[in-house]
């Protein structure tokens, strides 16, 4: 037999209002199951919790669950999952209806491709980062942040829409013995432990500690496991690997992987210090970093980058080895590695800058060696004259011609507009092309000083066709529009023609009916 038969709950109707179609997945704390939410008609996923978590043996279990739900249900970032509903059964189950996503995990995907691409790393983190930038400004740390967390959706462009899962639900829902086959894929998280997952987990979380900056460094694990292939710490037991997190450096991701550009290594490097306050200390200050870090590399943002557009590196004040033409020492050109090593010590004077210096010092001596070495050869070469001195002749200051400058081409910038409706599920077209159903975000280059403006269109059965006009110059763009329902015309109906009056009837008596049944 299947599963689906083999599960009671598939074809009834919990609480009265979703109809359970099929099993989803079974975790730790309960099932989940695809519903039907009536009468609205919406496919749902809907999460039941084990029975066994009925609040008798915890007492603050119900009022816990019902908090922490109710938090969560303010969440509105496109890429975190919504919910839609919550409550108890009357015979005491507990179950949270979700926003119904079709995707793949992250799990998942880098159970298969092994690791992604540094640029696709950072744009999934980007979007890993603004959820959690909302849930941190309502007071919410996520405390479980991990790849079966994340849900990459496929977009109608081919890109990746990130949604962050199970945020903040019963996660401080610790059970007296959890049972030995509740352990996730890993073989390291057991449910409703308050720790969360060892292999994500901040040295501060090992100790009971968490605020936004245990998310943080959660997501830099992440981050560094999609782009080398693995977390930064493993063991075989948990303990071990909680050890490595709160003693051990974090492994250099550039020796892992040596095309990750120096700056990107560095934003993630940061996020997994061991002490809060060398972290970054907002998801603002990660994401200004994580834009510099990519636009340094041609993605998206505006970036200071010695570059040219053509791709050629161009000159700077550190010299390199000289090369003579005409008797003249001229710098070679930098080359990429020297760049970056210079940028990235711009944006971080903590960084210990060793690598930086000695490729600068390196440089120099180089330079001033070769310089006084060729001029002590030229000078112990060159035979002794009589000293003559010459006639003084001036002549008129020559001034050389001024190099002309080649315009640079303006920089593409990306914009991501973040757009929603009230209500919500409007379907929303820019030049008769649908984008998406709010809440979605899209993002479109932009070239030039001036602002990149869209002209949306929204539309929803029952509501009133609505557009508007959304710029931006850079970063993220929230757009909202609220609809006008459709007024509903009255029926007007005309009285029939040549209708005759019915007879007026003799005044009955008080108490006297027509039909007594």
Known sequence: MSETELDPLVGQVLNGRFEIVSPLGVGGMGRVYKAVQQPLGREVALKVLNPRYDGTKDPGFERRFFLEASMTSKLKHPNTITVHDYGRTEDGIYFIAMELLEGETLQKILAEN????????????????????????????????????????????????????????????????????????????????????????????????????????????????????????????????????????????????????????????????????????????????????????????????????????????TPGMPAVQGGAATPSFTSAEQVRSHEIELLDGDKPASRTKLLLIAAVVTFVGIGLGGAIAWKATRPEEVPVKPPVVELPPTTPPPLAETPKPPQAVDVTFEVDSVPRGARVTRDGEELGVTPFAFSLPKTGDAPLQVELQFALDGYETASLTAQGSDGTVNVSKALVARPKKPEVTKPPKNVKKPPKSPQQPEGFKADPY
Not at 173 to 192: M, N, S, Y
Not at 208 to 217: C, K, L, Q, S, V
């Open 114 to 317: 092994g690791r992604l691409p540094w640029a696709r790393a950072l744009y999934v983190g980007g979007q890993i980062a603004r959820s959690l930038r909302e849930a941190h400004k309502l007071g919410m740390v996520h405390r479980d942040l991990k790849p079966a967390n994340i849900m990459l959706v496929s977009e109608g462009t081919g890109g990746d829409l990130v949604k962050v899962l199970d945020f903040g639900l019963v996660k401080s829902f610790t059970p007296d013995h959890p049972k030995e086959d509740e352990v996730d894929r890993t073989g390291l998280t057991q449910a409703g432990v308050l720790l969360g997952s060892p292999l994500y987990m901040a040295p501060e979380q090992a100790r009971g500690e968490a605020d936004p900056r245990t998310d943080i460094y959660a997501l830099g694990v992440v981050v560094f496991q999609m782009i080398a292939g693995r977390p930064p710490f493993m063991s075989k037991e948990s303990i071990d690997v909680i050890v490595k997190h709160i003693r051990e450096p974090a492994p250099d991701l550039q020796e892992l992987v040596p095309e990750v550009p120096l700056e990107v290594a560095h934003v993630v490097a940061k996020c997994l210090a061991k002490e809060p306050s060398a972290r970054f200390q907002s998801m603002d200050e990660l994401l200004e970093a994580m834009r510099i870090a990519g636009s340094g590399q041609g993605l998206s943002g505006a970036f200071v980058d010695p570059r040219t557009q053509s791709g050629i590196i161009a000159r700077t004040s």
